[in-house]
Every structure is written in structure tokens, then in C-alpha cells.
């Protein structure tokens, strides 16, 4: 039986027996990811279970995000549906910093990794608000509201305008490309 957790080290060891699959946006996948890593976006998740299923028959699965956060909330999913899996501990981020391989396809212009999204979109708004506070002062309401919104991100290790950005379309996977992943999964 797999652990829940491995470090990054661990899983270089085993990554030749791992199945491994990657819960980041496509956007963050393509900007390096393990090697041999399949991308399932978390919000994709229960689409794939059946393949995933079919997969744990061949080995064990480790799940892995950025940090870790992700993937240990991709593993208590599967959990719930029968599926054991392990999460890579510190994520991407914990492997590439003590230098295992991190695989980016040649040719592909990634869009922004989900974070400096978020900074992006945080940061114009808190700007937005505190410029037209200057005229109409209620607008200094949304700078108050996106700080609200960081503190419970940070407090809850969770964040909502991640999974609203989740959604556009540069960070979802092509169809083709999601079917193509559950179809190797699955065979």
C-alpha cells in the first residue's frame, strides 16, 4: 500500500513503478512538470476516476500540484471513491528545488503559472479600487474585499479566485487532450 505522502526524494526513487498524474492547470503543466507526469486538472477530476481506477491495477498513483496543497486535496477525493493515492510533499516546487528532472514540452509558450495569475488579478483589483476610491469611495470597498479574500486564502490554504481563473480557457485542457491522458490511463 502506498503512503499518502512521499517527499520528493522517495518519489524519484519510485517514479519508474508511479503512475503519476498532475492536478495543475494545463497552463501550470506545460511549464514543467515530473517526467512522465499525465495532466488531470483537479476540476477534471471525477471525469477521469474510471481511468484512474483502471490505473491503480497497474501500480500505485502519486498526485502532484505546486505545492502540495492540491494534490493532498486531489488524494482525499479519490479517497472518497475508493482510490488510493499519494501526494508529493511540497509539489513541483519541492522536486525541481532539489534538482530532479522536470520535463517542458519543446515549443510551447506557457501561459502563467496560477499564482502569478492570482498576484496579477488580486493586485489590479486592489489598484482599481484604491484609484477610483479617489472620486467615489465606495469602490475602495473591492480593495477591502480582495485583502479579505487573501487573508481567508491564506487562513484556509484554499483560494477562490484560483478556481475562478481555473476556469478560462487558456487554463483548461484541450478535449482532445484530456481524452488522449484517460485513454493511456486507461490502457
Not at 20 to 36: A, C, F, K, M
Amino acid at each position: 500500500m502506498i503512503p499518502t505522502a512521499l517527499t520528493a526524494d522517495q518519489a524519484s526513487a519510485r517514479l519508474h513503478e508511479l503512475t503519476v498524474i498532475d492536478v495543475r492547470t494545463p497552463g501550470e503543466y506545460v511549464s514543467g512538470h515530473l517526467p512522465g507526469a499525465h495532466n488531470i486538472p483537479l476540476d477534471h477530476l471525477d471525469a477521469a476516476l474510471p481511468a484512474l481506477r483502471t490505473a491503480t491495477d497497474r501500480g500505485d498513483l502519486l498526485v502532484v500540484c505546486a505545492s502540495g496543497a492540491r494534490s493532498a486535496q486531489a488524494c482525499r477525493h479519490l479517497a472518497g471513491h475508493g482510490i488510493a493515492a499519494a501526494t508529493l510533499t511540497g509539489g513541483t516546487t519541492a522536486w525541481a528545488h532539489l534538482g530532479h528532472d522536470i520535463h517542458r514540452p519543446a515549443d510551447t509558450r506557457a501561459p502563467w503559472a496560477m499564482d502569478r495569475q492570482v498576484r496579477l488579478v488580486a493586485g489590479s483589483l486592489v489598484l482599481t479600487g484604491l484609484i477610483a476610491g479617489r472620486r467615489w469611495n465606495p469602490a475602495r470597498w473591492l480593495s477591502a474585499g480582495v485583502a479579505g479574500g487573501l487573508v481567508f486564502s491564506a487562513l484556509t490554504n484554499t483560494c477562490g479566485m484560483a478556481k475562478i481563473l481555473a476556469k478560462l480557457p487558456h487554463n483548461q485542457p484541450r478535449p482532445s487532450d484530456l481524452d488522449a491522458t484517460l485513454t493511456a490511463l486507461a490502457g
